[in-house]
């Protein structure tokens, strides 16, 4: 018999995984704290870092407006799409903040052209493409209506493979039914209730 010949590999019962982990129900050994970030990261409620103080205003600002992005719809300078409205982030974004203001960039909210709005009602920031908006005429900037975001245009219908007709809206809403009339309507209906509890809330930004 070689040496190297394994004749039998013993598991001892009483083994039990390092008290700062626990075991998921794939056998894997993980923290605590790991499993709260995946929870928190299906729910899309991810902690919002806490605020140093001691920030220079500058850097904070602008680390603000880095952290999460929100682009809009990208156009060709024929008017082609090129991409649709975007969220996206900058990784260690109070670090590239610091060194961008170091190197002299500064925010300047007088040159604004177009503000981001988040969606009334909608998911958190970091998982809300939104809408952009422009000043008024006097300068301003409006408040959109919620209508504005729950545009019934942009419902889609389609039927599945099981038969069934599905209705869905860019902002996260859907409706099945079994017919494509009723998906319609009924995606309609969530809509316009979306859009009556924003306004009578006054949550349209």
């Known amino acids: 018999m070689s040496d190297k010949e394994i004749v039998e590999s013993v598991r001892f019962g009483n083994h039990q995984p390092p008290s700062d982990y626990t ?17 928190q990261t299906l729910s899309g409620k991810l902690a919002e870092p806490k605020r140093d103080e001691t920030l220079d205003p500058e850097v904070r600002a602008l680390a603000e407006e880095l952290s999460v992005i929100h682009l809009p719809e990208w156009h060709s300078e024929v008017g082609r799409k090129l991409a649709a409205p975007t ?15 170091r190197r002299g960039v500064r925010t300047h909210p007088e040159l604004e052209e177009i503000r981001w709005a988040p969606t009334p009602l909608g998911p958190p920031g970091s998982f809300d493409t939104g809408m952009h908006i422009t000043r008024d005429a006097d300068g301003n900037w409006p408040a959109p209506d919620p209508e504005a975001f729950y545009d019934f245009e942009d419902i889609e219908v389609k039927q599945a493979e099981d038969g069934l ?31 009556e509890h924003a306004r009578r809330t006054g949550n349209a930004q």
């Open 165 to 195: 007709w599905h209705a869905t809206h860019p902002r996260g809403l859907s409706v099945e039914a079994p017919t494509k009339s009723d998906a319609y309507a009924g995606l309609v209906g969530q809509l316009r209730q979306r859009i």
């Open 87 to 101: 969220v996206t982030s900058i990784k260690q974004a109070t670090r590239v903040a610091e060194y961008l203001v």
């Open 23 to 39: 075991k998921t129900d794939t056998g894997q050994l993980v923290t605590h704290e790991f499993l709260a970030l995946i929870q």
